[in-house]
């Protein structure tokens, strides 16, 4: 058990809804991050979040969003659903000493993942 | 360009082979880590192991062992006498550190193992 937690573990929804993923970190880790993994794909970066504030950006689509609130739970919001967007979606924690650098120093603990179905 | 490259896609091995894994990366920055994360058939990913770049030297655990050269920027992890509950994917991972942003984390597109009984 990382001590990540995600819900809903499995979502089957239609073409064109929206869905709200959940992520409540590990305790103490300040640093959260969503992953997108399709069929056969490896690991796609979509945002990071660090103490509430977003940190990065990778290949997000317009139609996501994300935020983490302060009890640093984050949520990621999936709208105007595609067939393509079916896949298994990661959240991970990690520690972060804060200070000027925000510097991680550990290891992405990984939730089990939501998986999408778009039908 | 791929920050973290695996090259081998897919490996197939008889049961009680040794089989490495291949990782190469690319960075600027002097210090950073280095990962693999497991994901076995059920989805989720497990972390194996975290290296610093300060850290060269080689890891030993069980039947998993690791390689890291900085020379040649490789991180390879050999399993040793695989088992059929070593098939999975395995992801290497490197994680920079980028001010006010906290680290960055590149992952690479994943060796699939299998080990044939």
Known sequence: DSGVTQTPKHLI????????????PRSGDLSVYWYQQSLDQGLQFLIQYYNGEERAKGNIL???????FPDLHSELNLSSLELGDSALYFCASSVATGGQGYRDTGELFFGEGSRLTVL | AQKVTQAQT????????????????ETRDTTYYLFWYKQPPSGELVFLIRRNSFDE?????????WNFQKSTSSFNFTITASQVVDSAVYF???????????????FGTGTSLTVIP
């Open chain 1, 13 to 24: 929804t239609a073409t064109g809804q929206r869905v709200t993923l959940r992520c409540s």
């Open chain 1, 62 to 68: 317009e139609r996501f969003s994300a935020q983490q």
């Open chain 2, 92 to 106: 290497c991972a490197l994680s920079e550190s980028v001010q006010n942003t906290g680290n960055q984390f590149y």
């Open chain 2, 57 to 65: 030297q080689n890891e030993i655990s069980g039947r998993y062992s």
């Open chain 2, 10 to 25: 897919e490996i197939s091995v008889v049961e009680k082979e040794d089989v490495t894994l291949d990782c190469v990366y």
